[in-house]
């Protein structure tokens, strides 16, 4: 009968593989944040239905903005603060709220869009 002794960690200070490590990402972040600005922009300076269309987008980017902090928001601030709205800032606080955030947006992008385009 022989004993065996356990494994040792061959990297103990590595986080387990379940959860990716934290990156500081401010060329993403930034990049990201850039985009909702121009948007931003862009519907400020819009006339008549292009200000509709050009808001749905904006509106439909930040909804696949919240749906990215579920898988990615390891990987930029920008996106760990939206995860970090809906844990601490949503009723019910769960990172769940994200998926609803999400659609929300989405949704109201998508009318906007038709809006502006005469569909609705």
């Known amino acids: 009968m022989t004993s065996r002794s356990p494994r040792p960690d ?15 990402g401010e060329l993403l972040g930034y990049s990201l944040i850039g985009v909702l600005a121009a948007l931003m922009v862009l519907t400020l300076r819009a006339e008549g239905a292009a200000k509709s269309v050009t808001m749905g987008i904006y509106l439909i980017v930040l909804g696949l903005m919240f749906l990215a902090s579920v898988f990615y928001s390891h990987k930029t601030f920008l996106l760990r603060g939206l995860a970090w709205f ?3 800032l949503s009723y019910p606080s769960t990172p769940k709220m994200a998926y609803f955030y999400a ?12 809006s ?3 569909m609705v």
């Open 116 to 118: 502006g385009l005469g």
């Open 103 to 114: 659609a929300v947006m989405v949704a109201m992008g998508g009318v906007s869009m038709l």
């Open 86 to 88: 809906c844990v601490k």
């Open 10 to 24: 061959p990297q103990p200070d590595t986080p387990p593989a379940s959860q990716p490590p934290v990156e500081r």
